[in-house]
Each structure stands twice: as structure tokens, then as C-alpha cells.
């Protein structure tokens, strides 16, 4: 039954043009797949990760780093529409920062504004070319490369502006075939998970342009992540330190209980990533101690390109990564939907592919993600200013906010109910809102606010104080 579904999904895969490495990729994920493998990282397998590089302690010197920028690549994960907040194209389109009074001819910007901007000041800082690659999916890339059609400067001779990813049948969970959903046959594919930028890299050619035209080391983050700037000084460190591969990681918060975290197998003293599908029922409580798993992933990673070419060559494309299994529903909006299982992989579980990889600690500076309106808010307020080279700079503490997603999940929705501006929230703990609240413009928000269902739609006048008691003059 399930060698009859393999066949069905590569048969699938083939007809959609999908790269062979890729499918090699799936061929090898469903065989693990149908032997029982779930991925799973039992707490007594692994022990904490404790020795690790810190970027502040950094001494590089300053031609060492040049020297190093001028061999790095940047690429950028822009493959995600953004579904989780109503977004229907290529969530680095979405606006994430008004306009800045000390730059009033920018207008407003998006996350690809922002990262365009970051690369172009490090190339006027640095002299290096920093060439930029965009991992597209085929939503993404058409509204991505139209957007990027403006900045002529951009392209580096000789490499694309993007490649991209690959995708892959969600498989029936009774009996692992390629599920049939004629009411939206998009939605009988998914992405591999982000692990598919090795194979994608490999597969689409870039990785042997980069070689070819004298690139060294890549630095890879998530589009969604504005804190992962150019870095000439960790591009010294990692050229320095002669590693195939590095994770920045961060220390864990309360706030940072679940999700990816490195630990170090028992077995081969190997670094590995161990991301929340992984970890057992009864382990969940042990993973999320954060005294003592004190890291976290960051999903920003460095490589060392020729290493990453001498493994891809020698496995045919293949990156052992370890097999993660996500069960949903084929319509994710819809929970009477046919249960499917997603074979997906992490690109920071590469970590234990590579021997010799290292972990730096980096601070919260490089890890801005937004991942829904919450955190959207945050990054849109004046907690942050933005520096010379496009650096979001926190003026404080970035407080907790919490709005009630039944008003604000949606990117429209959110924009609807703060049309006159994004409130201060320099002075805010936190923001906890409950109900159907519309932002008036020169709001302020102190301590740890709230604001209590209303009962109703309401609206918190121009220039008015949010705090704990709710709206004051």
C-alpha cells in the first residue's frame, strides 16, 4: 500500500517538473516514513548545550572581516505567504514600518525594503558585493522579483535574484498516497520545509554559480527576520574558525519555552537541532526548561559553501536531515478536512550533518521574526528605531502584546482597527486587548495596559493613555 503511494507522489512530483534531487529528497523521507520513523528526540538521547561562542565577546579585526564579507552571499527564506494572518502573497511585501520622520521622502517600508536597504548599506560600509538570493516558492516569486524590478542596483553579475524551492504531495494519513482535493488542488502540496534550501540550492544551479564566481560563505535567515543584517564581523569569525557550518543561537526566555532548540547527542557528541514536533509527550516538560536547555535556534545559520557542495555532490543532492512528520489537515482552514501527513525537514538541522559545526550566541538584536500581529505591532512602534544601516535598535524592552485574534489576526483586519498610526509603546510592559478596539492617532501605552471587551465595536480616542485601568485622557 505504501510503496504503491510512493509511487503515485513521485509519478506526481515528476509531471510537475519538481528537480529529481528533490524528489530523491521525498524518495528517501517516505521510505523512513513507512519503516515507523517519526524523527522524535528522546530527552536521554541528548545533553545540554553549554560551550558556546558568544558574538559580543568578538575580536575580529577589521580587514579580516571585510576580507571575509567580501566572499559571503546573503539568503533570504521568502518562500511564506503569510496565510496565518489573511496574507495572499509573499509576506516580505507586507508593510512593516511607516514612514520615517527622519526620512520623509522613503514613504513606508516592507520587510524586503528593509533587507534591500541592509545589503546596500553594507556594500557602501564594507566594499563588498554581498550578492542577494531569494529562496522563492512560485506564489512568492512573481510579486517578489516585480517588487525588486526598481532596484537596478541589486543584482550581482553573473547570479540570480532568487531560486526556488521545491514542493511535494501531502499524503494521505490512512494510507500515505497523494491526497485528491478537487476543491483546491493547490492545496494537495506543500513545501518541504525549509530543509529544501540545500536541495533547492543544489538543484536550481545557484550554488554552483556562487562557487563559480569566487563565493565562499553564505549567511541565511528567514525574510521575516530583520534582525539578521549583514554581519562583518561574524563573517570574519566563521571564515576564521574554519567550520563547515554554524547556528546562531539565543538565550531562551520564558516566552521561548517551545520551539527549536540545539542540543548535543550522547552518542557522537554531534550538534543537533531538536525542533517541538520532535520531542516526546513525556520529554516536554524537560525540553522546555530553559535553565537547562538554554539555547534556542534562530534559524539564522553560516555556511561554508564548498563544504556544503562536497556533501550535496557526494549523496547526489541528498541531505541526510532528519525526518520531521507534521500531521494536518489538507484544508488548513477547514478541520473536517482529510487528516495528511507533511514530510518536511529543518535547514537548521543540517548542523549534524556537518562534523566540526559550531554555535554563536547572539543577542535578541538578531532575532526580530513576526509571526503574527503581536509581533507585527512591536516591530511597527517606536521600540524600535531604525539605525543608519537599516538596524531596528530597540529604545527599550520590547513589551508582550496580546490582541484578541478575533479582531486582529488578519493583516487587514489589524491595519482596519490601526489606520491612524501605531500607538507608543516606549513606556509599555505589555498590551492586552480583548474585544473590538480601533486605535485613534498619538496613543500612548504605559505599564502593563489593558483594555476589556467593550461589549461591542469602540474606539480609544486621539492622544489618549492606555494603561492598566484601561483608556484615560
Request: with cysteine.
Amino acid at each position: 500500500m505504501s510503496s504503491q503511494g510512493l509511487t503515485q507522489s513521485t509519478d506526481r512530483m515528476r509531471d510537475a517538473g519538481v528537480a529529481p534531487a528533490a524528489i530523491d529528497v521525498f524518495t528517501r523521507f517516505y521510505r523512513l516514513l513507512e519503516s515507523g520513523a517519526t524523527g522524535m528526540i528522546p530527552e536521554s538521547d541528548v545533553e545540554p548545550l553549554t560551550d558556546v561562542t558568544r558574538r559580543d565577546a568578538l575580536d575580529v579585526p577589521d580587514d579580516a572581516a571585510r576580507d571575509a564579507l567580501q566572499r559571503t552571499a546573503i539568503i533570504k527564506l521568502n518562500g511564506g505567504l503569510g496565510t496565518s494572518m489573511g496574507m495572499d502573497r509573499a509576506k516580505s511585501l507586507l508593510t512593516v514600518r511607516d514612514a520615517d520622520p527622519q526620512r520623509p521622502d522613503s514613504g513606508s517600508l516592507t520587510f524586503l525594503d528593509v533587507i534591500v536597504a541592509q545589503v546596500r548599506a553594507a556594500r557602501h560600509a564594507t566594499g563588498a558585493p554581498l550578492p542577494l538570493l531569494l529562496m522563492n516558492s512560485f506564489r512568492t516569486q512573481g510579486d517578489t522579483l516585480t517588487a525588486l524590478a526598481p532596484h537596478d542596483d541589486l543584482p550581482v553579475t553573473g547570479l540570480p535574484l532568487d531560486f526556488l524551492q521545491n514542493r511535494e504531495p501531502k499524503l494521505r494519513a490512512d494510507d500515505l498516497t497523494p491526497v485528491d482535493w478537487p476543491a483546491d488542488p493547490e492545496l494537495e502540496w506543500c513545501p518541504p520545509g525549509h530543509g529544501d534550501l540545500y536541495t533547492a540550492l543544489y538543484a536550481s544551479g545557484a550554488l554552483r554559480a556562487l562557487l563559480d564566481a569566487g563565493y565562499r560563505y553564505a549567511s541565511v535567515s528567514n525574510s521575516d527576520n530583520l534582525g539578521a543584517a549583514p554581519d562583518a564581523a561574524m563573517a570574519g569569525w566563521f571564515a576564521a574558525s574554519g567550520a563547515p557550518f554554524a547556528a546562531e543561537v539565543a538565550r531562551r526566555t520564558p516566552a521561548d519555552r517551545k520551539g527549536g532548540h540545539l542540543v548535543v547527542r550522547r552518542s557522537d557528541g554531534r550538534l543537533v537541532l531538536r525542533e517541538t514536533a520532535q520531542t516526546p509527550a513525556d520529554d516536554q516538560d524537560a525540553a522546555a526548561d530553559i535553565s537547562r536547555h538554554r539555547y534556542f535556534n534562530t534559524n539564522n545559520l553560516w555556511f561554508d559553501l564548498e563544504a556544503l557542495a562536497a556533501e550535496l555532490d557526494r549523496t547526489g543532492g541528498v541531505l541526510e536531515l532528519p525526518l520531521i512528520k507534521n500531521t494536518k489537515t489538507v484544508d488548513p482552514t477547514d478541520p473536517s478536512s482529510p487528516e495528511v501527513v507533511q514530510i518536511e525537514s529543518a535547514m537548521g538541522a543540517a548542523v549534524e550533518v556537518f562534523d566540526g559545526a559550531l554555535a554563536i550566541e547572539v543577542g535578541r538584536d538578531r532575532f526580530l521574526p513576526v509571526k503574527t500581529t503581536n509581533d507585527l505591532l512591536v516591530l511597527r512602534s517606536d521600540v524600535y528605531d531604525l539605525d543608519d544601516r537599516y538596524r531596528f535598535v530597540a529604545r527599550t524592552d520590547a513589551p508582550l502584546v496580546d490582541l484578541d485574534p478575533a479582531y486582529y489576526k488578519t493583516i487587514a483586519a489589524f491595519d482596519a482597527r490601526f489606520d491612524d498610526g501605531t500607538p507608543s509603546l516606549r513606556a509599555a510592559r505589555s498590551l492586552t486587548v480583548r474585544g473590538d478596539w480601533t486605535f485613534g492617532s498619538g496613543v500612548t501605552v504605559t505599564g502593563d495596559a489593558e483594555l476589556a471587551d467593550p461589549g461591542g465595536s469602540s474606539r480609544v480616542p486621539d492622544g489618549a493613555v492606555v494603561g492598566p485601568d484601561g483608556v484615560s485622557d
